[in-house]
């Protein structure tokens, strides 16, 4: 055991305490494991407080390969400072959380300090939420300088501009996600990233164009924009996810001949359109999955002003792919007789192979309300004689019946003319009666018929069936 002398000789030159026998056995660690210790910490605050431990840990964490900042604000360039006393090495990643709003020119100052060390990975974001907040979100515009050695770039940055680097070229990134941007040109930045695979835009091209030109793109994320115009061409694109809200007009071009997984979602959130005098159109989604029957989502809801801006052909139109074999209506009916409608849409498409209905949405108060007799959704008068071919309709799945006579007769109806049905299955409002429905099915012994309610576990059915499609109304493609 070491003299009490030279043990606190030891303490004030500043080594520690290590133990009971006095010796510091973490300092005496290779210098490789105590940077893997204070890199745990996941914080170059928490890292940079261990430099009080002794001489040998003091500055270690400037040799961090990732730094990650956590509660940036508005004060001093503290992150700045702190990177200034990285010279000798670059970053494998940096990660800058912002907690509170901060100027443009500060997130500018924040992208050049990363600039200088060149981390592989970079990600720069608010951390906060706008509503809590005391003060207001800033705006303005902040500017992205150029990263040569960057291969991951996040930016989400509340209420600003974006503003590329006027020359220079990001050589090495293959992955750009940018959210929450008031604005970006992209169409400036994508020349600059020639080996861009994956790029995500969310909510950053307000009332605007989307050009996405990039010969190497392999994955598309665009969601959450208001846009007039989107105009794609990535000859290598293998994966698109496209949710886009409509103001007034739209235009598109598509190119993608590689395209393996497409989901292509249009909201006409404040633009009206309106088929069969009354119906209104508020969402349609276009799925195609390899290895899955290409399938068209449509979200549908009675609009009672006679203004329309749309034709409802003109929003067919924007399908990228019109041939598909799945069609699901997620339909508001607010008690309206819906049959005309749905071999509205039927004539339209004839091909389809499956149709799936959903009206779990409807308000019950709403449903009980009769319509006046005269009411454009029971137009054409004699729909329920009417002959509609059906040549290739398979399968039938409707969820939120109530059982009543017009919701009978539509599905009489589908029976007459679908000479290859399989399968139909039915499931009602608790409380509703299913007897003329299994009245109808016992007549169409060839096809395989369920009808059960909503929380029943034992089904009351001619033969076995599949369960019936599950909905959940939202903007999305994945709404049934």
Known sequence: ????????????????????????????????????????????????????????????????????????????????????????????????????????????????????????????????????????????????PCLERTTSLKISILEMSLAPPPAGEFAALT??????????????????????????????????????????????????????????EAPMLKKVDVELYVMDELSVSFF????????????????????????????????????????????????????????????????????????????LTDGHVFGPMVLHLLRIWPVIQTLRISMEGNDRNMVNIACPKDCPCKQPNGWRSESVALTNLEAVEIVGLEGKDHEVDFLKLVLQCAPVLKRMTVRLVDGASRRKILRIYKKYPNVECAVYRRLERRRAKSSTSSPGLKAKRSHSCRSL
């Open 175 to 232: 992955s750009l996600s940018i959210k929450d941007c008031s604005s970006v040109d992209i169409g400036a930045l994508l020349p600059l990233c020639p080996c861009l695979r994956f790029l995500v835009l969310h909510k950053c091209l307000e009332y605007g164009p989307a050009i996405v030109h990039s010969p190497l793109l392999e994955e598309l994320v665009l969601r959450g924009n208001v846009l007039n115009c989107v105009d794609i």
């Open 256 to 331: 993608a001949p590689m395209v393996k997984q497409f989901e292509w979602c249009i909201v006409y959130e404040s633009v009206d359109v309106v088929f069969c005098q009354l119906w209104r159109l508020n969402s349609v989604c276009e799925l195609r999955v390899e290895g899955r029957p290409p399938c068209v989502q449509i979200q549908l809801d009675t609009h009672p002003s006679t203004f329309q801006g749309w034709d409802f052909a003109e929003a067919i139109a924007q399908l990228r792919f019109p041939n598909f074999s799945v069609l699901e209506l997620d339909i």
């Open 1 to 144: 055991m070491p003299p009490q002398g030279s043990r606190r000789r030891r303490q004030e030159d500043g080594d520690g305490d290590g133990g009971a026998d006095g010796v510091d056995r973490l300092s005496d660690l290779p210098e490789e494991l105590r940077l893997q210790i204070i890199g745990r910490l996941d914080s170059a605050h928490e890292a940079a407080r261990t430099s009080v431990l002794s001489r040998r840990w003091r500055g270690l964490w400037t040799g961090l390969l990732e730094l990650t900042f956590r509660g940036v604000g508005i004060g001093t360039g503290s992150v700045e400072a702190a990177l200034a006393q990285l010279t000798d090495h670059k970053l494998d990643l940096l990660d800058v959380r912002i907690e509170e709003p901060v100027t443009p020119g500060r997130v500018s100052s924040l992208l050049r300090a990363a600039a200088r060390l060149g981390p592989k990975v970079l990600s720069i974001g608010d951390d906060y939420d706008p509503e809590k907040l005391s003060r207001p979100v800033m705006s303005g515009t902040f500017y992205l």
